[in-house]
């Protein structure tokens, strides 16, 4: 009887994860399948599900009314790296300090960090922007990056990951001669990887699709991040939503990447701690 039940409660786990996963794949789908759809098929009624013709001309027809999506595209590369990077190396450095080392009121400093998380974002938003505007620092890759150099949410994830670490790891390599950065560099490092790639996938997607903050801060053409410069397909006179599908589409494709690439180390690093013994 208990073999049934068991077999029965794992039966409907597997149903409900084969549902939620196709309701999550669902928008995807019909994203790729809408851009290579000619435009009048795409709020067809009933709704075509596989496009009939395929056509890529809504690709070429978005890079011709964004002429700028390259350089836009090449921006988001760049800012999205050069953000995610810098999150790998302070958060972590923080996150180590408040983890393995002692010092007075750390646990005290921790909270109060803890407690920004309650303060949104547009509250900080004019501060920062009249910061950046007196350091001439408007319309430039550095009014996007320094501002997000580090966060207490990657600080908070990665003090977690770490406190699973053996402090006797450590004590082995200070007593072998290590100073504290040399700790950190061949001792917790390597050994933080799985807890990195869930870093990495969280601050590169939110860097990547970040709106609100460039469309803030940049003023040229030159400079826009590809979120902003797509939005541009919709303040056209005319909308052609099979060439934001396709914007759309080229968009998801370094997240999707990234994700790819990380998978098992993000996987491992989002169920460290979970099983015991």
């Known amino acids: 009887m208990r073999k049934i039940q068991k077999i029965t409660g794992r039966t409907i786990l597997y149903i409900v994860l084969i549902v939620t996963s196709l309701i999550m794949f669902v928008p995807f789908y019909w994203a790729i399948t809408s851009s290579i759809k000619m435009e009048q098929f795409i709020f067809a009624s009933p709704p075509q599900w596989w496009p009939s013709p395929i056509t890529f001309k809504n690709y070429l027809g978005m890079l ?3 002429p700028g999506f390259p350089r836009y595209f090449l921006n988001s ?12 190396f302070f958060d972590t450095l923080a996150a180590y300090a408040f983890a393995k080392l002692k010092f007075p009121g750390r646990d005290a400093i921790f909270f109060m960090m803890l407690l920004g998380l309650m303060i949104p974002f547009q509250v900080n938003m004019i501060p920062i922007y009249r910061i950046l505007s007196s350091l001439k620092m408007v319309d430039t890759y550095a009014a996007l990056i320094v501002p997000n150099m580090t966060s207490i949410f990657g600080i908070f994830l990665m003090r977690q990951f770490l406190i699973s670490i053996p ?8 007593i072998d001669g290590c100073d504290e950065l ?3 560099a061949r001792v917790i490092f390597p050994l933080t990887l799985p807890g990195l790639a869930t870093l ?6 939110n860097a990547w699709n970040d709106f609100l903050w460039p469309r803030i801060v940049l003023n040229s053409d030159k400079m826009l991040t590809l979120p902003v410069g797509l939005a541009q397909l919709q303040l056209k006179n005319t909308s052609n939503e099979a060439q934001i599908m396709a914007g759309t589409v080229l968009t ?8 790819l690439f990380m998978q098992k180390q993000f996987i491992e690093g989002m169920t460290s701690g979970a099983v015991k013994g």
């Open 64 to 66: 011709q009314r964004v």
């Open 77 to 88: 590369v760049l800012i999205a790296g050069a953000i995610t990077l810098a999150h790998v």
């Open 167 to 174: 402090n006797d790891l450590l004590d082995a390599a200070r």
């Open 182 to 184: 040399g700790v950190f």
């Open 200 to 205: 990495i996938v969280f601050i590169f997607m």
């Open 252 to 259: 998801m494709l370094p997240m999707i990447l990234v994700y």
